[in-house]
């Protein structure tokens, strides 16, 4: 059984254009056929993560893999790096600066809503490297 | 499957020039040109008629009933829409339309703007009592419930389960005429007048509840110039016939339904497009704590429906200057409420979009129209008679188009052949 792997690229800096990259994944999900719930875990992740990328990251890459049973999202920036994970987990907590958050950005729900609509989610960071985040929707 | 779907918005195939206008302009790309012919897929189809509005040539009808409808009946009551009375110049009092509506041959009115006030009342008492299941988005715009239904399947659960005003109005007109005349519910004729080919839609293939109340769907604006004649006797005359409020005429026009619900939070949104924005960015949560969501596929509102006659700001504007006088809202909920008031069925997902018929043929699809794209222009031209090369590409793994179709492929492929006889 193949598996299906679309690739983005994140502009940075540009939130008119944010979302594009999830909201094209979610429509070739519908028309795939995956169940709506998984659909909408998938595209409220991913949103938040692409979000994340051009808060924090300067954009970066995006890769989606559909396999049969999971979908799985790859996003890779070279940002600063995150220093304290699990401070960044917490909810409301957040590092976006003053004129993100006059944008109605940097609530500090990102990560943890990440968390909370993936199956599974792993994140590899570097401080002044960058990040990448896994995460897993199971179908 | 194809009988499932009655639509409303048709091709008249001898005035089609097989321009892509349409295919453009569709919003759930449900237009191909085939054989210099435009073709409506049916179950894409949303009756939004905005094709109707962008054709050139007028190929495109909305199919709604004669005005030789109202022959069929022993008795016959007008339900004319709250946007109808924006229709007329200089029009300060609603009385007149509806006496001209009776000067033109209706036994009776009843105005949809009366039972829109009930469907305020129901709606405001179910959001309180739901309040876990917020936000809400209004089930009164035909269009968006069906695209909803085809497209956004997590939204659903959403919908607001109170009948359109124009449902409630045809039940309560019909039991009113009963007990008026006496005669048997198929005798009398509950017409309603409308502005759009949604509404004729999901009159003959109801969605959330089995059959419509309505009987039949005449169009503004076949109606509009044999109501004219009858006005300048209507004036004249005195009876008072109007029984709605401000509430009532405000859902002519985007806005209104919402303002009647009295609520802290809500958002309006008209406009086809627009209103798939809103949908795609409530479906990714994009904004949170709203109680209520008004979407109208017509930009602003039903006043600007494919069947009305007057400009939809113009209107927009009469409505407004109209209703100024008038009593917050004529009608309350008694102790009986209409019987059809909420929406009984579930209104499930028909995921007529999907490219296979399960997932791994969905997936397998989908990777097949990634390797098509990559092989077509990416320009849209939509000379292949596809609104863009994706959907050009998902014809074609659907095998309903071939990689030829797109003019520069051809173009390509006979270079080689010419190439390769050069060869020989």
């Known amino acids: 059984m193949s598996n299906l792997v679309l690739k983005y690229t994140v502009d940075n800096e540009d939130f008119t254009r944010a979302g594009e990259a999830s909201s094209d994944v979610k429509k070739k999900l519908k028309m795939m056929g995956v169940p709506p719930e998984a659909v909408r875990k998938v595209a409220i992740a991913m949103y938040e993560g692409e979000i994340n990328m051009v808060i924090h990251a300067d954009g970066g890459e995006i890769t989606v893999e559909i396999t049969p049973t999971q979908i799985v999202m790859v996003l890779k920036d070279k940002g600063p790096g995150i220093t304290d994970i699990e401070k960044a987990m917490q909810a409301g907590y957040s590092t976006a600066s003053e004129n993100i958050r006059a944008l109605g950005f940097g609530a500090g729900m990102g990560l943890p809503n990440m968390k909370k609509y993936s199956d599974e989610m792993d994140i590899d960071t570097v401080i002044g490297v960058g990040t990448t985040v896994t995460m897993k929707v199971n179908i | ?424």
Not at chain 2, 196 to 219: F, H, N, Q, R, W
Not at chain 2, 222 to 228: A, D, G, N, R, T
Not at chain 2, 409 to 416: A, K
């Open chain 2, 1 to 424: 499957m194809e009988e499932k779907y009655t639509n409303s918005v048709r091709l008249k195939e001898d005035l089609c020039k097989g321009c892509i206008h349409c295919v453009k302009r569709c919003p759930t790309q449900a237009i191909r040109v085939r054989n210099g012919k435009a073709r409506i897929i049916k179950q894409f189809c949303i009756d939004c008629g905005e094709c109707i509005r962008v054709c050139p040539h007028h190929a495109k009808k909305a199919y709604y009933d004669p005005l030789s409808v109202m022959d069929n009946y022993k008795y016959t009551v007008a339900l004319p829409a709250p946007s109808f009375y924006a229709q007329f110049n200089n029009l300060d009092d609603t009385n007149i339309v509806l006496r001209a509506l009776k000067l033109m041959g209706f036994d009776d009115v009843y105005e949809v703007s009366a039972a829109a006030e009930l469907v305020s009342e129901l709606s405001r008492e179910y959001i309180s009592k739901h309040k876990e299941d917020a936000p809400f988005i209004s089930t009164a715009c035909p269009s968006v419930v069906r695209l909803i239904q085809v497209r956004f399947p997590n939204l659903l659960p959403h919908l607001l389960k109170v009948n359109s005003p124009v449902e409630i109005a045809a039940s309560e007109a019909k039991r009113i005429a009963m007990e008026k005349t006496g005669l048997a519910a198929e005798d009398i004729g509950v017409i309603f007048i409308s502005p759009c080919p949604a509404k004729v839609t999901s009159v003959k293939s109801p969605l959330g509840y089995e059959k419509s109340a309505i009987d039949a769907v005449i169009a503004i604006k076949k109606v509009y110039p044999k109501i004219l004649p009858y006005m300048l006797k209507a004036c004249d005359q005195t009876d008072e016939i109007s029984n709605s409020g401000i509430i009532g005429l405000s859902w002519g026009s985007s806005g209104g339904e919402a303002s009647g619900l009295l609520l802290d939070s809500y958002l309006a949104a008209d406009g086809i497009e627009n209103v798939i924005k809103v949908l795609e960015d409530l479906e990714d949560q994009k904004f949170t704590n709203l109680e209520f969501i008004e979407l109208n596929a017509c930009s602003g509102g039903c006043v600007g429906g494919v069947l009305q006659v007057e400009n939809p700001y113009v209107a927009k504007a009469k409505l407004k200057s109209m209703r100024k006088y008038m009593p917050v809202t004529k009608n309350r909920l008694s102790e009986n409420y209409p019987q059809n008031s909420y929406i009984e069925n579930e209104i499930e997902y028909t995921p007529v979009f999907n490219l296979g018929t399960n997932f791994a043929d969905g997936l397998k699809k989908m990777e097949q129209v990634e390797q098509i794209c990559q092989r077509l222009p990416g320009l849209d031209c939509g000379s292949c008679g596809a609104p863009t090369c994706k959907a050009l590409a998902e014809d074609i793994v659907r095998g309903l188009a071939k990689e030829q179709d797109c003019v520069y492929v051809l173009r390509d492929f006979i270079h080689n052949m010419a190439k390769n006889l050069g060869e020989l």
